[in-house]
């Protein structure tokens, strides 16, 4: 043992002084740490559905024909009132003439009717006709009156028939389909047109069934759709459905959706949460928090070495997969998690470069 002891003095003082320096700190990447920051918080039952217009309709032909012309394709904007289509009318035409001719044969009946009786109460007065002769006047008078209105009622139904020929836009919007050309013959029923109103949209969504004790009309949803990932949509429940799907034990549940510029369209998938629980607190990801003690902790990098940290937790955005700590971290604090919370505390680490430089900034605008 003396000989090994002299050896190693007889080496010098290097390799003392090597085994007396402290050993290397570990490295920690962006992957395995996060800055406590301060921001909204927000929590509340997730949802998914469809987008579709609030306001929707197929025209569909009311009585059989030819279709003559088209006036619209899909996607073009239309006003109220807009005919979009025509069809073969010569045939209702001829019946409208003809009701429209019975209606004057009927009021000039009428009037003729009105005079004969006039003469006839004159007649009477005189003495020359008998009271008999003034009461069939009067009911050929009446008769005329139903005549006029049977007539009026004909070339009512005569002009009906004849408007169904005219497909018209029942709002302004946009075509969103054209089921037929011109060329085809149609039978009542046939879609024709659908038209749809995009300036409001309404989000059909399902909620856990377990959820509904949280859902209120006016409670604030937050939702993202295909095609549109990094912009969030807001708008707020309108109705909630009664009843549960007993298929899927869930709720259904409706959004009004302003939809300014057009900007989403009808048919999108949409996914969000009812954001019932909303504040501003300090946040962490949701796997920064430690859960293996009887109490929920942080481990964190202070004075560049790892300390655990026991915390008091708020609401848990499960949307954005973070969660509020009320009390255990400041913002700027930089939290280990993955393996990274295997770290022994005491041990000194170094920060990768992007979240030593994200902490500090934070520290400086605070």
Do not use: W
Request: aromatic share 4%.
């Amino acid at each position: 043992m003396a000989a090994l002891l002299i050896g190693a003095c007889g080496r010098g003082g290097g390799s003392e002084e090597a085994a007396n320096e402290p050993p290397a700190p570990i490295v920690v990447g962006p992957e395995d740490a996060a800055v406590v920051i301060e921001g909204p918080v927000r929590s509340g039952p997730a949802l998914t559905g469809t987008l579709r217009a609030e306001e929707e309709a197929t025209l569909r032909a009311q009585l059989a024909g030819a279709v003559l012309e088209t006036y619209a394709e899909p996607g073009e904007p239309v006003r109220q009132g807009e005919t979009l289509a025509r069809l073969d009318s010569t045939s209702l035409m001829d019946a409208y003439n003809s009701a429209r001719a019975a209606v004057t044969n009927a009021q000039s009946n009428l009037q003729l009717a009105r005079r004969n009786a006039e003469r006839q109460r004159e007649l009477f007065q005189a003495g020359i006709v008998a009271a008999r002769d003034v009461e069939i006047a009067n009911q050929n008078v009446v008769s005329a009156q139903a005549g006029v209105a049977q007539a009026r009622s004909q070339l009512a139904t005569a002009e009906k028939q004849l408007g169904y020929t005219r497909v018209v836009a029942p709002f302004t919007g946009v075509v969103s389909e054209r089921q037929a050309a011109a060329g085809d013959v149609v039978q009542p029923g046939t879609a024709i047109y659908t038209i749809v109103d995009p300036s409001v949209l309404e989000l059909e969504a399902s909620v856990p069934a377990e959820e509904r004790g949280s859902l209120e009309v006016g409670a604030p949803v937050e939702f993202t759709v295909t095609g549109y990932a990094d912009r969030v949509f807001r708008g707020e429940i309108t109705r909630i459905n009664p009843s549960v799907d007993p298929a899927t034990r869930q709720v259904r549940v409706y959004t009004e959706i302003p939809n300014a510029g057009n900007a989403l369209v009808s048919g999108l998938f949409a996914e969000g949460r009812i954001a019932n629980q909303s504040r501003i607190g300090l946040t962490v990801p949701t796997r920064a928090i430690d859960r293996r003690m009887a109490k929920p902790a942080v481990v964190l990098v202070r004075a560049g070495k790892v300390a655990r940290q026991e915390v008091q937790l708020g609401i848990t955005d499960e949307r954005a997969q973070r969660v509020e700590i009320r009390q255990g971290v400041h913002a700027g604090d930089v939290v280990l998690m993955g393996g990274a919370q295997e770290i022994p505390p005491g041990t000194a680490v170094q920060l990768a470069p992007a979240v030593r430089q994200q902490a500090e900034r934070l520290a400086q605008a605070l």
